[in-house]
């Protein structure tokens, strides 16, 4: 799965897309190919295409500030999160 995702990140590079990985929750048979850019300082797009299977995620994140992200997900469940982070 490394191997995949430097190619990825290579490809990549050359498309202008900031982030190329190759991610799994098991094995290669639940791979995802994740394309993700920032559209701006605040919005994250994140898309995540299935390697094996016809599955795919669209993530967009909002950084309101340091402490606060809203994020909804479309994919195979629809959710909408919200993000408190704490740095000691």
Same mark, same amino acid.
């Given at each position: 799965? !490394?191997?995949g995702s430097f190619l990825a990140s290579k490809f990549a590079n050359? =498309?202008?897309?900031?982030?190329?990985s190759l991610q799994s929750a098991g094995g290669f048979h639940d791979? !995802? @190919?994740? =394309?993700?850019?920032? =559209? !701006?300082?605040? @919005? $994250? &797009?994140?898309?995540?295409?299935?390697? @094996?299977?016809?599955?795919? /995620? %669209?993530? *967009?994140? $909002?950084? &309101?500030?340091?402490?606060? /992200? %809203?994020?909804?997900?479309?994919? /195979?469940?629809?959710?909408?999160? *919200?993000?408190? /982070?704490?740095?000691?």
């Amino acid at each position: 799965m !490394s191997g995949g995702s430097f190619l990825a990140s290579k490809f990549a590079n050359e =498309l202008g897309i900031e982030e190329a990985s190759l991610q799994s929750a098991g094995g290669f048979h639940d791979a !995802s @190919l994740m =394309l993700g850019k920032y =559209l !701006s300082p605040r @919005l $994250y &797009v994140n898309y995540g295409i299935g390697v @094996l299977d016809q599955v795919s /995620t %669209l993530r *967009i994140q $909002y950084f &309101v500030n340091k402490t606060w /992200t %809203l994020q909804a997900e479309a994919g /195979t469940e629809n959710r909408a999160e *919200i993000f408190y /982070t704490v740095e000691r």
